[in-house]
């Protein structure tokens, strides 16, 4: 039967004869070549005569409008409907035009979501991380490099192998006059990858470096009471490095030391004055200024100076309470510059102890 | 400029080409165009493909051909975005990262469509034009544009591609977001 139905199907196919041997062939193995029929050994005959005269072959394949274009069912005489073009049987027809996506492939795109949501749920702490770099660096280019610092702080801590991160935290502190900070920032770490970041930070470090240096040399001559060179070394470095306000205020106390050697007590005074704006809650600040006057006052006998030096010394006294370091600090010159008021006496503090604390060892000028 | 054997290409950016090729699938089933047959993934070349009806509708042309581009440039945009801040700005060293930084790479350097579609799209945009059809019209630089990188696949334009989108279109949205 099966047999019988094969014959029968085969007998119906269409046929075409070839244009060269003459060959009688199915319809559906024939080939068009520039409009004329071919088999298939023929037709690839005449594409490279076709190809070798310069020319090139229009080629295509000619379809049986009475066998499926896809799974080859021959549909004897009656011709099959046409999908797409194409002749298909029922069945075939539907596949084509109702693909489904494999379930494989559904079950990948699924997965391939899923992952999509996981990556953004994972990126999340990163994104915050980078927004909160991307406000540190903003600040900075806007050069508010204090408020920078609590932006850049939190993404050194998540991110602490990144270069751009540490340098960008390590500008802010050192542009806040913080060189220990930024020396933490760095941890050890000398060798940075080349490019405009690091060679500008590199170089506020090295500026720094070299003034704290020039201030540690200051402090040596300090010591050895060579007043004016030791002032001179701290304002190179308050030159050198402004940003770190600890050394302008040092070199003004420096400036105040060499104007009382002088006996310039107007300098002293304006020197102090000046200190004193620069920090109105500083017990020392204060204090110099106390002295300063007490100096006007010995020089003078104008009491309103003895008024306002005891107004300076009780105000000095308020703010060192909270710190014992201050206190005792108070202690130690409250004592001289009451002397001076009492005695109008102008001496320093070697002077001062050598007169009258014999027994402890301490430095210091007015 | 080095050779690597493109099934090589393909086996480590797989996802890319199943994306790519079932883009063409979705466009083709949502403008109901016949579909004769389909690879999605193959260690041959081409690497995939979908074999469909050739269809007059400028638009369906139009998505058909260019649906890998948009679904694979927006899903490398996505996983990249995802992936762009530990990978590129924090330096952080996140294998999770990492793998979907792959994955988006993978399917950014397969958006590219085929000679074959930008060639149908180009056989139809002249017709449309005249006729005013603005999406053909637009497709005009698009196509120049995708045909011309196209042939720089050999120098490695599909991986700059994806690379470009990977690292651009995360910075653009970051900075746009912050």
């Given at each position: 039967?099966?047999?019988?139905?094969?014959?029968?199907?085969?007998?119906?196919?269409?046929?075409?004869?070839?244009?060269?041997?003459?060959?009688?062939?199915?319809?559906?193995?024939?080939?068009?070549?520039?409009?004329?029929?071919?088999?298939?050994?023929?037709?690839?005959?005449?594409?490279?005569?076709?190809?070798?005269?310069?020319?090139?072959?229009?080629?295509?394949?000619?379809?049986?409008?009475?066998?499926?274009?896809?799974?080859?069912?021959?549909?004897?005489?009656?011709?099959?409907?046409?999908?797409?073009?194409?002749?298909?049987?029922?069945?075939?027809?539907?596949?084509?035009?109702?693909?489904?996506?494999?379930?494989?492939?559904?079950?990948?795109?699924?997965?391939?979501?899923?992952?999509?949501?996981?990556?953004?749920?994972?990126?999340?702490?990163?994104?915050?991380?980078?927004?909160?770099?991307?406000?540190?660096?903003?600040?900075?280019?806007?050069?508010?490099?204090?408020?920078?610092?609590?932006?850049?702080?939190?993404?050194?801590?998540?991110?602490?192998?990144?270069?751009?991160?540490?340098?960008?935290?390590?500008?802010?502190?050192?542009?806040?006059?913080?060189?220990?900070?930024?020396?933490?920032?760095?941890?050890?770490?000398?060798?940075?990858?080349?490019?405009?970041?690091?060679?500008?930070?590199?170089?506020?470090?090295?500026?720094?470096?070299?003034?704290?240096?020039?201030?540690?040399?200051?402090?040596?001559?300090?010591?050895?009471?060579?007043?004016?060179?030791?002032?001179?070394?701290?304002?190179?470095?308050?030159?050198?490095?402004?940003?770190?306000?600890?050394?302008?205020?040092?070199?003004?106390?420096?400036?105040?030391?060499?104007?009382?050697?002088?006996?310039?007590?107007?300098?002293?005074?304006?020197?102090?004055?000046?200190?004193?704006?620069?920090?109105?809650?500083?017990?020392?600040?204060?204090?110099?200024?106390?002295?300063?006057?007490?100096?006007?006052?010995?020089?003078?006998?104008?009491?309103?100076?003895?008024?306002?030096?005891?107004?300076?010394?009780?105000?000095?006294r308020v703010l060192a309470q909270p710190s014992p370091d201050d206190q005792k600090k108070y202690l130690e010159y409250v004592e001289r510059i009451r002397y001076r008021l009492q005695s109008r006496e102008i001496i320093d503090k070697d002077e001062y102890d050598r007169r009258f604390r014999q027994n402890l060892p301490n430095k210091g000028k007015g | 400029m080095f050779f690597i054997p493109g099934f090589v290409i393909s086996l480590f950016t797989f996802p890319g080409v199943i994306i790519h090729e079932a883009a063409h699938m979705l466009f083709c089933k949502i403008f109901k165009l016949a579909i004769f047959d389909v690879c999605f993934f193959q260690l041959k070349n081409p690497a995939g493909y979908v074999i469909h009806e050739n269809t007059k509708n400028f638009t369906a042309a139009f998505f058909v051909a260019m649906g890998p581009f948009f679904v694979n440039t927006a899903l490398c945009i996505v996983f990249c975005s995802a992936a762009f801040m530990p990978v590129w700005e924090l330096q952080i060293e996140d294998p999770l990262a990492y793998f979907f930084y792959w994955l988006g790479l993978s399917m950014g350097m397969h958006a590219f469509p085929s000679t074959q579609d930008l060639k149908g799209i180009w056989a139809l945009a002249p017709g449309e034009a005249k006729r005013g059809n603005l999406l053909a019209i637009l497709s005009y630089p698009i196509v120049a544009v995708l045909y011309v990188l196209n042939f720089g696949r050999i120098i490695w334009a599909d991986l700059g591609y994806g690379i470009a989108v990977g690292i651009v279109a995360p910075l653009a949205i970051f900075k746009m977001l912050v």
């Open positions: 039967m099966e047999f019988l139905w094969f014959i029968l199907h085969n007998v119906a196919m269409r046929k075409a004869n070839c244009t060269t041997c003459n060959t009688v062939i199915p319809l559906s193995s024939a080939y068009r070549v520039d409009d004329a029929v071919y088999c298939e050994a023929c037709a690839n005959k005449r594409f490279n005569e076709v190809k070798a005269a310069g020319k090139v072959p229009r080629v295509t394949t000619i379809t049986d409008p009475t066998i499926c274009a896809k799974c080859g069912l021959d549909s004897g005489n009656s011709e099959l409907s046409l999908t797409a073009g194409l002749p298909f049987c029922i069945p075939c027809s539907q596949t084509v035009m109702e693909r489904p996506f494999p379930t494989w492939l559904k079950g990948s795109l699924a997965f391939v979501f899923a992952l999509l949501l996981v990556a953004l749920w994972h990126g999340r702490p990163y994104f915050k991380t980078g927004k909160s770099l991307a406000r540190g660096e903003r600040l900075l280019e806007q050069h508010r490099y204090a408020e920078a610092i609590p932006y850049l702080q939190p993404v050194l801590q998540s991110a602490p192998e990144c270069e751009k991160c540490i340098l960008l935290l390590a500008k802010a502190q050192l542009l806040t006059g913080d060189v220990e900070a930024a020396q933490k920032t760095f941890g050890g770490r000398t060798q940075f990858e080349r490019n405009d970041l690091s060679d500008e930070v590199l170089q506020i470090w090295d500026r720094a470096v070299r003034a704290i240096d020039t201030a540690g040399e200051a402090t040596k001559l300090s010591d050895q009471k060579k007043d004016e060179e030791a002032a001179a070394k701290m304002n190179q470095a308050a030159t050198l490095y402004p940003e770190m306000k600890g050394l302008s205020i040092t070199a003004e106390y420096y400036d105040a030391a060499v104007a009382f050697d002088h006996k310039d007590y107007n300098r002293f005074e304006q020197i102090a004055e000046n200190a004193w704006k620069q920090q109105p809650d500083s017990a020392a600040a204060v204090a110099m200024l106390a002295s300063a006057v007490a100096c006007q006052y010995a020089i003078t006998g104008d009491s309103s100076y003895r008024r306002r030096t005891e107004e300076l010394l009780e105000r000095a | -």
